[in-house]
């Protein structure tokens, strides 16, 4: 890797002095001290490259793993399951989907959990949570006869609960009467695969839903971070703050307050032994998620509250110290990039750190350059005529800071650092992967994917891009081909009609199994994460609160 790069800046004669830093995995071939491909490139040809510490949502997502190892791929195991169960069975999806149409659950089809894709884990356990009651339905039709009436009210319980009519009630037998005549056929791995789903559905619900809905409780804060530097506009300036803040939101879920209070640097937040009992919370007063609590209730006192506190807790302290370990928090580097923050302007502090930047950035500025950059930074801190910042990317904003023409040393050392890479952008080019799909993809239909197909051999037969096969050198004036309009028209008209007798064909089913008509639009998968993520927010929120209050009682 080392001797290709050295040929690629060769071959296209790019100056070495021109790269500003490399973000790669944290493995040791990449980011190794001694022989790694980012300490050869810094020794042998960029010393002055930026050491701005490996992908931190590498980081964040291998902190979820380690939150996740104590729980023994519980869940895990459950989402693994569910969409295989699903994913060749076309019957199976359709009485799945008339159970969501009958109590009032936007179907999807179950998602697959990835378990290297940025927060699978998160993503599909929101989704469970989702269609939990659905699942519950269907499944307890593999529930053996023997033990059918001891489950029986779990089943009515949930009739009670969406209100179900008698014609409902009814479809749903035909559903579950269905599914046990096919249960008789399987073979023993199906009969094995439908055994480990009803169990942790049934058998084990609530030890699955405690670990659900921590899951759902403490990811997001994870998940939110992934997501914030996946973004494709520059937030190297946030890096240092978000962190932090990760980092202290974590650690206030089990951590006693006063302890991360008095830790007033980053050394001394990193510092701070979370696996040290007296800095921990006791366990009724860790952070397990608003659902969680009412659970324990119901199990206080048994092996399964027991059990569940101590894996939590050795869950929370793995993550934290995975976090200490990994997240930056203490480089001076990063500290000084953010005063670049227009929204940090007009501070001693933004002063002091950005006044350090020439001294980490040393191939930008030469000679009295420097002394300009620093008069440029002590006018700027007390400037009232800077350009409005509200609802800008930083690089846009520095844009206009430079056509005032007003700050050149200063736009000059900044420009750079904002090219620098801080999440993953090379990722997406992975979803060409087969083992990567997004949502609109993965429901592609048949004749759609046929029609892509028939397409990309025409293209590929002519040897020509699509751009090339319908090249007009006036696209404004010149004659569109009226074969193209007529397909276009065509297509278009089959795609509404199709979508028209789907639409007829849900509704005739809707009849059939006397689902009245919502008047209310039902929640979509996103509009149900956006929610979870929100109640989960609020419910560690009211956890701080509550801990605090507690605490000051206490003193």
Request: glycine share 4%; charged share 25%; with cysteine.
């Amino acid at each position: 890797m080392y001797n290709g790069l050295v040929q690629l800046f060769d071959k296209h004669d790019l100056p070495w002095n021109n790269l500003m830093s490399i973000l790669m995995d944290s493995c040791a071939v990449m980011r190794g001290s001694k022989s790694g491909l980012e300490t050869r490139i810094r020794t042998n040809k960029a010393p002055h490259l930026l050491d701005i510490d490996g992908d931190s949502c590498h980081h964040a997502h291998n902190a979820c793993k380690t939150f996740c190892k104590p729980f023994k791929s519980f869940v895990e195991g459950l989402f693994s399951d569910v969409h295989n169960d699903f994913k060749w069975s076309t019957d199976q999806r359709e009485h799945l989907q008339d159970i969501c149409m009958m109590i009032g659950v936007k179907y999807t089809v179950p998602q697959r959990y990835v378990p290297h894709r940025w927060l699978s884990v998160y993503d599909v356990c929101l989704d469970t949570l989702r269609m939990w009651d659905a699942y519950t339905i269907f499944y307890h039709s593999f529930v053996p006869a023997s033990m059918q009436t001891a489950y029986m009210p779990l089943i009515k319980d949930l009739y009670r609960k969406y209100e179900l009519s008698d014609t409902n009630r009814s479809s749903i037998k035909q559903i579950q009467t269905h599914l046990q005549q096919k249960n008789k056929t399987m073979t023993s791995d199906g009969k094995a695969h439908k055994a480990r789903i009803v169990e942790k559905l049934c058998y084990v619900q609530k030890k699955t839903l405690l670990i659900l809905n921590l899951y759902a409780a403490v990811l997001p804060m994870l998940k939110k971070y992934v997501m914030l530097f996946q973004a494709k506009e520059p937030l190297m300036h946030k890096l240092h703050e978000q962190q932090t803040e990760l980092l202290k939101d974590f650690m206030s879920c089990f951590v006693k307050p006063e302890i991360i209070s008095d830790a007033k640097s980053s050394r001394k937040l990193k510092e701070i032994d979370v696996g040290n009992s007296k800095c921990q919370l006791d366990g009724d007063s860790i952070f397990l998620g608003a659902r969680n609590r009412k659970l324990l209730k119901e199990v206080k006192g048994d092996k399964l509250a027991v059990e569940f506190i101590s894996q939590t807790t050795e869950a929370y302290i793995a993550c934290a110290r995975i976090l200490q370990k990994k997240m930056p928090i203490n480089s001076a580097l990063l500290k000084s990039i953010a005063a670049i923050d227009p929204l940090c302007a007009g501070h001693n502090v933004t002063l002091k750190y950005m006044l350090k930047l020439p001294s980490c950035v040393t191939n930008v500025l030469a000679g009295d350059e420097v002394d300009r950059f620093d008069l440029e930074a002590r006018k700027f801190q007390s400037d009232d005529k800077l350009p409005d910042c509200e609802n800008k990317r930083i690089d846009s904003w520095w844009a206009e800071v430079e056509d005032g023409q007003k700050y050149p040393m200063m736009v000059k050392l900044i420009k750079p650092l904002l090219s620098c890479f801080h999440g993953p952008q090379v990722e997406s080019s992975f979803n060409v992967m087969g083992d990567i799909i997004d949502a609109k993809s993965s429901s592609t239909r048949i004749d759609t994917l046929s029609a892509i197909q028939t397409v990309k051999y025409e293209l590929r037969s002519k040897g020509k891009t699509a751009i090339q096969y319908y090249f007009h050198k006036d696209p404004l004036h010149d004659v569109v081909d009226p074969a193209l309009v007529k397909n276009l028209t065509r297509s278009y008209k089959a795609y509404e009609e199709n979508k028209q007798g789907e639409r007829e064909a849900v509704e005739t089913k809707r009849v059939e199994m006397g689902v009245e008509p919502r008047a209310e639009k039902l929640v979509t998968k996103r509009k149900a994460k956006e929610l979870s993520m929100q109640v989960a927010q609020k419910a560690r929120y009211d956890h701080q609160v509550e801990v605090s209050q507690t605490n000051k009682h206490v003193k």
